[in-house]
């Protein structure tokens, strides 16, 4: 729009040094070459028509993007309605409190139009059944695809053992947890079960710092969906040591 009135503006100030009569026209007090009214008048026509134009264009982006927004809004009162229709079974549920939500930074939330939430552990919480269900799917993959022994399917899932924030060693084999510094904590590396001391951490590693050549070879463990995998690698990994020995 701003472009318009740039291209405008030179029109229109010749608009105001002429005027019109009956006859035809006549030059104003700045000066300049006198046109004919009908042609000024066509070229002012045209400049009103692109400002239409313009003006049309930009309620429309306008309207598509309210139309958009309006779509969204929909969508989310429909889900909203399907998830106030609660069975039974999940109303006896604990409610969360709602002072243990908060943000740590002020914001204007009349700017927002859109607002998205977590859905693991914030809208859906998991009971405890999804961790054995995760364990059980993955030994039976690994015996019926990769034709590991039968004997794993025996594994049982164990929610004592692991703990969130766990590294998988894929070149040695070790779970393990690091603190603050990347050092491998004492009481915190196994191998399979067995809980290594600080000679076999030292003898194996070297020293007790993750250096970052070592770091690369770690696989992080550190949502609530790999409390069963970390369980189930220090149990195969117990297999076959058992099996070796």
Request: glycine letters at 6%; proline letters at 3%.
């Amino acid at each position: 729009m701003a472009t318009l009135r740039r291209l405008i503006q030179p029109f229109r100030s010749s608009l105001l040094r002429t005027s019109f009569s009956h006859y035809g026209c006549k030059e104003g007090f700045i000066g300049g070459s006198c046109r004919r009214y009908s042609n000024i008048a066509s070229s002012e026509q045209k400049i009103l028509k692109l400002e239409d134009q313009e003006r049309l264009s930009a309620n429309a982006n306008d309207s598509l993007f309210e139309e958009e927004i309006t779509k969204i809004r929909e969508e989310y009162n429909v889900a909203k309605e399907k998830f106030l229709k609660i069975p039974d079974a999940l109303k006896q549920m604990p409610k969360m409190n709602p002072k243990g939500v908060y943000v740590n930074k002020n914001m204007r939330l009349d700017s927002i139009q859109v607002y998205g939430f977590d859905y693991d552990y914030t809208l859906a919480h998991y009971s405890s059944n999804l961790q054995s269900l995760i364990y059980d799917l993955a030994k039976q993959h690994l015996v019926n695809e990769f034709k590991y022994p039968d004997t794993c399917l025996e594994f049982k899932h164990d929610p004592s053992f692991p703990i969130r924030g766990l590294y998988y060693d894929k070149s040695k084999g070790c779970l393990m947890n690091l603190d603050f510094f990347g050092s491998i904590e004492l009481d915190g590396c196994y191998y399979g079960r067995g809980k290594l001391s600080r000679k076999e951490i030292d003898d194996m590693y070297g020293t007790r710092h993750i250096g970052r050549d070592q770091a690369r070879e770690l696989v992080p463990l550190m949502d609530f969906f790999c409390f069963s995998e970390a369980c189930f690698i220090a149990d195969i990994m117990q297999h076959f040591v058992d099996a070796k020995f």
